[in-house]
């Protein structure tokens, strides 16, 4: 069973930057491709950006290509979301997600995924 907490959410101008880790505990991480997904209020939750158990394929939504950025440090059992050039519309509840031994892809859909509570980004314009 893993457990995911996530950190680093907070209040920001448009424009302006944060970044948004992931501790992971109770399993082994590097055995895990890691997302971020988040849901605006009223909205599905979507996926915003993951990275294969391997660490060397990512996945971005179109949304936030170029903007976004997604690392893990398997040290750490930490994954990152350095988010930059913020908008309005990436206000949000962002979710950290786990499965095991996917693609960065296979996390889109994928079943069988861990969740964090997620943490909330506001972003003011």
Known sequence: QVQLVESGGGLVQA???????????????SSYAM?????????????????SW????????DSVKGRF?????N???TVYLQMNSLKAEDTAV???AARAFSSAAG??????????QGTQVTVSS
């Open 15 to 29: 424009g302006g930057s944060l970044r948004l880790s992931c501790a992971a505990s109770g399993g082994t991480f």
């Open 35 to 51: 997302g971020w997904f988040r849901q605006a209020p009223g909205k599905e939750r979507d996926i915003v950006a993951a990275i």
């Open 54 to 61: 391997t660490g060397d394929t990512t996945y971005y939504a």
């Open 69 to 73: 950025t997604i690392s893990r440090d």
């Open 75 to 77: 040290a750490k059992n």
């Open 94 to 96: 962002y979710y950290c």
């Open 107 to 116: 996390m889109i859909a994928g079943k069988n995924k861990y969740w964090g």
